[in-house]
């Protein structure tokens, strides 16, 4: 268990509202990265963050902010949801030393 | 060309049986590997890592052949519980992003 949780695990909303996901580690990790996963396109980077308030996009960032003010917390805010960003939004720290990354238990997302 | 490519499968095996698929990866720098299992509506989890040439642990034994680019997983005498996607991962050390392959699914029944 790499102590990452994830709020809310399940959340509808409609288009054009603003979303924020969050991710919470307990393991001091320096890197965090959140993904979407999609059917027939597998895992995809959206953001990345390598320390508190330092960000860099992914393949797949357009239409996503993220923020990290604290070492724990690593926010994914949807600026205005549209129905191509429902999907499955998963967080992930990456190990120090390894490099393995291991993952939150998800948020499903639903844009009406 | 995608950085990692998957049989999708799926691979339908018979419980006991052995079932082995490959990963090729186009970056030959790819120094590590990371195999993840990924049951539906769930999480990746890592199931194996692959530092040099290959790994075992248990009943599942990663190759890695870097001549061709590509890694294999090998599961023997499969369980019901073993049915899942399974994801490749290769990873250079001067990169901190990780590309994921798509998976392949196995199902394997009593």
């Known amino acids: 268990d790499a102590g990452i949780t994830q709020s809310p695990r399940h959340k509808v909303t409609e288009t054009g509202t603003p979303v924020t996901l969050r991710c919470h580690q307990t393991e001091n990790h320096r890197y965090m990265y959140w993904y979407r996963q999609d059917p027939g396109h597998g895992l995809r980077l959206i953001h990345y963050?390598?320390?508190?308030?330092?960000?860099d996009k992914g393949e797949v960032s357009d239409g996503y902010s993220v923020s990290r003010s604290k070492t724990e917390d690593f926010l994914l805010t949807l600026e205005s949801a549209t129905s191509s960003q429902t999907s499955v939004y998963f967080c992930a720290i990456r190990a120090t030393g390894s490099g393995e990354q291991y993952f939150g238990p998800g948020t499903r997302l639903t844009v009406t | 060309r995608k950085e990692v490519e998957q049989d999708p499968g799926p691979f339908n095996v018979p419980e006991g049986a052995t079932v082995a698929f490959n990963c090729t990866y186009s970056?030959?720098?790819?120094?590590?590997f990371f195999w993840y299992r990924q049951d539906c509506r769930k999480e990746p989890k890592l199931l194996m890592s692959v530092y040099s040439s290959g790994n075992e642990d248990g009943r599942f034994t990663a190759q890695l052949n870097r001549a061709s680019q590509y890694i294999s997983l090998l599961i023997r005498d499969s369980k019901l519980s073993d049915s899942a996607t399974y994801l490749c991962?290769?990873?250079?050390?001067?990169?901190?992003?990780?590309?994921f392959g798509a998976g392949t699914t196995v199902t394997v029944r009593a």
């Open positions: 991962v290769p990873s250079r050390s001067n990169d901190y992003k990780l590309s």
């Open positions: 963050s390598y320390g508190v308030k330092d960000t």
């Open positions: 970056n030959s720098a790819s120094q590590s």
